[in-house]
């Protein structure tokens, strides 16, 4: 009896297998394809070989894939493009030479202009020539220049007119201004005399040549010489 109950679970457990591999739904297309005929098909091969085709599927479709492919691609050929043009920039500049943006004072003739002297000697100009007080405006008008500004822009330019004139001339204008505010008294004169200070250093300023020009106002004179 015994016997007869084993044999019949085992020919079930036999009937069973037989169907599920030879089952249409056991397996995917591929799968089945390959297989060789009276072969059975385990879950779990089946479950393995589905879960590979997904994966192989997703790398090929996900976009996820495509940006990455395309940002190497870029990256490749925008390094290709910068090795270009630093190449280019090597070849332009290679046979360039440097040289300093301003040319070499000649310091041995700077050092020696007696700027405090200068400084001096047109202050006491300022103080003869300048007794009131007048504006910007007036100033500029042709009758102020002609008997106050020009006269003192004469002498300077035949006794006092070398590359440090400028500095003195700024000098005495910063001096002025501060006498100004130090003496409210003479107040107007001495702002008066800056102004014509400053008006004079920028009409001198036509009377250089382009490199003495250099050497007024990019020198760094010591006002003590």
């Not at 085992?10 to 249409?24: I, L, N, T």
């Not at 059975?40 to 996820?64: A, C, H, M, N, T």
């Not at 691609?73 to 910068?82: E, G, I, K, L, Q």
Request: aromatic content about 8%; charged content about 30%; hydrophobic content about 30%.
């Amino acid at each position: 009896m015994w016997e007869f109950f084993t044999g019949s679970r085992r020919g079930r457990k036999e009937s069973k297998s037989k169907d599920r591999a030879y089952s249409p739904f056991a397996g995917s297309p591929e799968t089945s394809r390959h297989r060789i005929p009276g072969q059975s098909i385990d879950d779990d091969d089946v479950d393995d070989e589905e879960e590979g085709e997904e994966e192989e599927e997703e790398e090929e479709y996900s976009p996820r894939g495509r940006p990455k492919a395309a940002t190497s691609y870029f990256t490749h050929r925008h390094a290709n493009v910068d090795e270009d043009e630093e190449q280019d920039g090597e070849g332009e500049d290679g046979g360039a030479v440097d040289t300093p943006l301003l040319p070499i004072f000649s310091a041995a003739l700077l050092d020696r202009l007696p700027l405090y002297n200068i400084t001096h000697a047109i202050r006491l100009l300022m103080i003869q020539k300048c007794e009131t007080t007048l504006s910007w405006e007036q100033l500029r008008t042709p009758q102020i220049s002609q008997f106050v500004v020009k006269p003192v822009q004469s002498q300077i330019r035949t006794n006092h007119f070398t590359r440090a004139t400028i500095c003195a001339l700024i000098a005495n204008c910063l001096q002025f201004q501060k006498e100004s505010q130090l003496h409210p008294g003479n107040a107007g004169v001495s702002r008066t005399r800056a102004l014509i200070s400053e008006l004079l250093a920028m009409r001198l300023v036509k009377e250089f040549t382009t490199r003495e020009l250099i050497d007024a106002l990019s020198y760094d004179f010591d006002p003590l010489q």
